[in-house]
């Protein structure tokens, strides 16, 4: 099965390579037969792949250690789940991963859009098989999933402790779900831009696609949050660490396209500009691949075997010289309509989301890279950790934050100062309110605190002017509609206009996530102390004692050592916390693994930090606020994520009602 | 009454939030530190000291707690590391020198492209619609039938 897996890999590559070249030959000569001879290729390229894939996977399922890969990140005491995870756990089987789900994405867009897009298919096929020829170099050449061992060991080498854990079988798929499904709008821009079909048709081509793989990068953003913060034991959830900076870039760009495209739809405006975000997004995947697996750049997340540093530079090199140069090339193509009425309008707001976006995604990137200039400039090595990235990406930020309650109710075209008043008059009130009663409760000691405090000023504002769009839209269906009641009403409303306030729910999700990250970094106390059985600690108003400490042998491989917490308010018990620590047989460093207590207020983050023979225990407290803000937010994002992609056949009906129209106002000006 | 209540509402309030910033004072000046600097272990782990789980970062807490009180100050305790291990275990760039434009370019970044928005905004402007052509708002004859005519034509749009 092994020679299987590692032979398609081969055929596949060969078979991409003619795929590739048979599309751009056909297109180029106008040949039908090679036309239909190169659309088999995705589907052939997809079904080698799977092969090679499930005989890696079937290689962990069977302890297979003659794979070295196989031997490096399992073992025969590693749960099913585990092993099925630990697929992706390394280098290999990670570049592997990621060209099964390339070419999965490659096989529906083939089947979605064979029939009904022509023109732009055979490139946007074509691109999509450069890139899979890429891995498939890498996985045949470079990094083989299936490069054997001589005289096979009796055991595996077992996957990292930290990577044991259930997030490891949801973060990382979907990372990479985002993460690649990115190549999909990017192939569609190529291909408009090599085809030189530039009108709008590639973008409601990719719109969807977009949206769908910044739903998984956001949603893997948050996962990694999640498991960091139940796994690393610090009390946290973001460290800033480059491999996030570089999940966190691509989604930043992708946020602004996702509003800017929104300008050329309504406006047929700013192509060069869309055209450009698109590019940049999948340029900023590769980059952090490139940080990923080049071992340049000190992470936490950094594989064992980085280096493959060199081809993803010249890869990335690759891709930025032929997007420039196409651009450039056909500036006269894209050329725009690029008319303003007012600089008080929502396309003005939205240009300045951009640049707030792109801000905060230039500083991240800025302070990704900033140790290795230093190190050429100075040829000193310096850090850029969480202070930087606070400092500089906080009040961006805020105005970011400012933005989405202010773009979405400012008038298209020209607001004028009545519209202005009408519609923030209320939200400025209730931002005002929020300010003077939080006022005299919360701390305003230092800079992070004073931020935090605007934060809330800023959440309640914008929380006030989306529900404003809410409660405005019922009261009005609810006027026009007889005996409609208010939820019911609320409902329609949202599902006849998906993609507005889809898009409204999804800021709800920011708001929430904006308020928990404040509430959570300000706020948060903890304490550590060395108890002994049924001694206690105490923190503001509980009182946490320290009841007993079991030794359970889990695995022949695994012990844990669990603590029993209780926790009290006020003399009443309101938990018992277990948290653990975790031994692995050759295995340096303890595992953590934490208890938390989550509720709307704050979390009881728990750590066993250490023990004694005597039974003894050092316990470390956090008590984060509004911590579950954070992951509710997420759930919120997702909901309305949902609701904009849900297919709207009434959203089709206005497109073409607009397009109908805008060809009609600007034929003149075309011409 | 109510005035004297009032009062004593908020000096509790006042009372309850100087309470909390003195007792997270010691916690607060050790947290300076530990997010000043990065953790030393051998593993090369990454990690900013407060973010730290290893056995060397508790070591080096314990190491730093102690400097605390013996009166060093949080400056002359994060001097002493840089000299020890060099720059590289701050977890920030210093804000001077070179290492200035770490800080600086972001926002420079931000000024010039706000100076280009604003510059490519302003073009086109001039070639969009003049400034004083009517949108009807001022006009309208009110402001609910305005809105009922906008939510009428939406509905149409929608229903149609």
Redesign the interface.
Known sequence: MNDIGEFTLLIALAVALYGCAAYVMAVRGNRIDLYLSADKTPVIVWVCVVISSAALWRGFITNDFSLQYVWAYSNKELDTFYKLASFWGGQKGSLLFWTLILTTYMNVVYFQNRKKNIRLMPYAMAVMLVIIIFFLLLLNFSTNPFERIPLPPEDGRGLNPLLQNYWMVIHPPTLYLGYVGFTVPFAFAMAALISKNLDDGWIRLTKKWTLLAWFFLCMGNLFGASWAYVE???G?YW?W?PVENAAFMPLLVATAFLHSIQIQEKKD?MKVWNMSLVLLTFVMTIFGTFITRSGLI???HTFDEATLGYYFLAFLAAIVIVCVYLILTRLPLLKSK??????LSRE?SF??NN?ML??IG??TF??TI?PII?EA??G?????????YN??NVP?GLVLLALIGIGPVI?W??A?W??LK?NFQIPVIIGLVTAAVLF????L?GRSEIFTYVTFILCAFVMASILREFL??TR??M??EEGGNFFGELGILTW??KRRYGGYIVHIGMVLIFAGIAGSQSYS???QKHLKIGESLKLRDYTLTYEKLTVVEATSVKTRVIAQIGVYKNNKRVWTGRPEKEFYKGQN?PV?EVDVRSTIVEDIYI?L??FSEDESATIKVYLNPMVSWLWTGGWVIAFGTMICMWPDR?EQ??RL?RMKKQEAIFAPAQE | MKTHQGILAILLALALVAGLASSAGAAAVLADIENALMCKCDDKCGKVLINCTCSTADKTRAEYTKMLDSGLTVDQIINMQVDKYGETVLSSPTKSGFNLTAWAMPFVALLAGGFGISKIMESWKRKGAPEDQDTGDEEAPSKSAKYSSRIQEELDKIES
Do not use: C, Y
């Open positions: 690393l034991g610090w946290g460290a660490d405006m000190q992470s936490v690029n008319e303003l009425d007012s600089l003005a240009l300045i640049l792109l801000g230039f500083a800025w302070g900033f230093s400039v100075r000193v090595k310096i850090t850029v950790g969480p202070p930087f400092q500089v961006i008038a075209r020209r004028t009545v519209n009408k005299p409760i919360v701390p000691g405005n839209g009005a269906r006027s026009l006849r206009n106390i903890h304490d460093q953590t750590i930090a250490d009434l009906r206005r009602d």
